[in-house]
């Protein structure tokens, strides 16, 4: 068997959505998975559809999420261009269409915008989709009709002449067998009226010349593929394997669109996701592994990916599957890149002078994504106003009044403590809670309360102390005692 090559073609038109990373996923772990390679080919023929800096986010996405691809602009394969635009400039799709033109299989259309208007749309033979198909009607022009028009400097398209009877017949590896009668078949543009190649010539003759051997794509192509399927034909190519990726929605069951505000990866990164969890989330959406698994890094993926194990049915966009699977990179990453991730969201919230590094370790574990850290640590800049209500808790069996009497005793206690470490603090507050014979959590629970001002904070009294300091810790507890104290 042939190297296994893939492809990534994106056209730059913004933002890379959910959907194409994924396709760019699929296809470098069908290479990779059997040590083929991985190409990136862009597709710029439409040139209306052009977005500055769209180039830019492509390559720094793929370079970004590990995807590195073996060939494309800027590493040369042998099989380049591997730019439409500059594809084109050689004249290269104008002479493969004059091939087909030759050879009867594509013809020049010279029908104007009013008569393509009026052209009346059929509905399919099962009632269902409507679909409008070319007439052929400059599939009759004479040769020298076709001549003078064209030495006239009369706009044109050319047109692949698609038989009218009998039905087409192609295998998606993901959808299986799929027939369409060939009369709904368009007699589509290969060449346009700018002298750009559609999308629809460009793929099949870039996909054959670059050797591409599966063709991994969004399944929005799938009622495309068989009218490609006649395009090899009439050349002679051997059809590549199709591999149609389903449909993302969102939650509603929709097609995953930019309202949802998270259907892109510049979104999910700016949204305060990290990349490794976008892959790992991506890579789940249409594929599951044979075993439990959910968690993987791009190597484990390369080695678990089988597109034979992919699924036609929509895959649904999970938000909140994202965010746990985000939490769960979380706890695991390096602190230091952790640090540097977070800080800026710390800074957001905490001005003053703390240990910044601390407050970090305590949010690590408990946070999905970076923003969940200005509501978590908010309370270390200023004590927020809070009901003495939250000193009562029935598991701890404290109240308002027990609560006011631990306090009073503890700021005795830490008034005359130097050591205001984590460690430093346990040990006193835990002296105190064997000498008095409480538990625990019926001294730590008023504590907390008093320092925080919060039912939930990250990490115990202990820990909010050691960042907040004594001075800034004892006026808390001071207040607490005042206010109980009403
Ligand atoms: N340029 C197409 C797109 O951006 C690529 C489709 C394909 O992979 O063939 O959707």
Redesign the pocket.
């Known amino acids: 068997m042939s190297k296994v090559r893939t492809r990534f ?3 730059p038109t913004g933002r890379m959505h959910v959907g ?1 990373l994924r ?1 760019a996923l699929y296809a470098y772990l069908i290479a990779k998975h059997e040590g083929g390679d991985f190409m990136l080919r862009i ?1 710029d023929t439409d040139q209306e559809r052009f977005v500055d800096g769209a180039l830019e986010i492509i390559y720094h996405t793929l370079e970004e999420t590990g995807l590195i691809h073996d060939e494309g602009p800027d590493k040369d394969g042998g099989v380049g261009p591997y730019v439409q635009s500059e594809r084109n400039a050689s004249g290269l799709y104008l002479q493969y269409a004059k091939q087909l033109i030759d050879q009867g299989d594509a013809y020049y259309c010279f029908c104007d915008k009013e008569r393509l208007d009026s052209l009346k749309s059929k509905v399919s033979e099962d009632g269902g989709t409507e679909i409008v198909v070319y007439d052929k009607h400059c599939l009759g022009l004479g040769k020298e009709e076709v001549e003078a028009n064209l030495a006239a400097g009369k706009p044109y398209v050319i047109r692949f002449n698609m038989p009218t009877e009998g039905t087409t017949t192609f295998h998606d590896e993901i959808y299986g067998d799929i027939s369409v009668p060939n009369e709904e078949l368009d007699d589509l543009i290969l060449i346009k009226s700018d002298g750009y190649p559609t ?1 629809n010539f460009a ?1 099949v003759i870039d996909d054959h010349l670059m050797g591409i051997t599966h ?1 991994v ?2 399944n929005e ?1 799938l009622s495309s593929a068989p009218k490609y399927n006649k395009i090899y034909e009439a050349f002679g190519w051997e059809v590549p394997v199709y591999v149609h990726c389903p449909l993302i929605t969102d939650e509603n069951h929709k097609k995953l669109s930019k309202r949802c505000g998270h259907s892109s990866y510049e979104d999910l990164i700016d949204q305060g996701f990290v990349k490794e969890a976008v892959v790992n989330y991506v890579a789940l959406l249409g594929w599951c592994p044979s075993d439990n698994q959910e968690i993987f890094s791009l190597e484990e993926l390369v080695k678990a990916f089988d597109y034979r194990h992919m699924s036609k049915s929509p895959a649904v966009f999970d938000i909140v599957k994202l965010k746990w699977m985000n939490g769960e990179y979380l706890k695991a990453m390096d602190f230091d890149r952790f640090y540097g991730m977070a800080e800026p969201y710390i800074k957001e919230v905490v001005t003053k002078p703390y240990d910044l590094r601390k407050i970090a370790s305590l949010v690590k574990t408990r946070i999905e994504i970076f923003p969940d850290i200005r509501e978590q640590i908010d309370f270390f800049e200023e004590l927020p106003e809070y009901d003495t209500t939250m000193y009562c808790h029935k598991k701890m069996k404290t109240n308002e009044e027990n609560s006011l009497e631990v306090l009073k005793d503890v700021l005795d206690i830490l008034k005359g403590q130097d050591d205001f470490s984590n460690d430093g603090l346990f040990a006193a507050l835990k002296g105190y809670v064997d000498e008095k014979g409480y538990k625990t959590g019926f001294v730590m629970w008023p504590v907390r309360t008093a320092v925080s001002g919060k039912q939930n904070t990250p990490g115990g009294a202990t820990e909010i102390m050691e960042i907040l300091g004594k001075e800034e810790s004892l006026a808390r507890i001071r207040k607490g005692i005042e206010l109980l104290s009403k």
């Open positions: 073609a994106p056209s194409n396709t597709e999308y793929n063709v794509r969004g192509y």
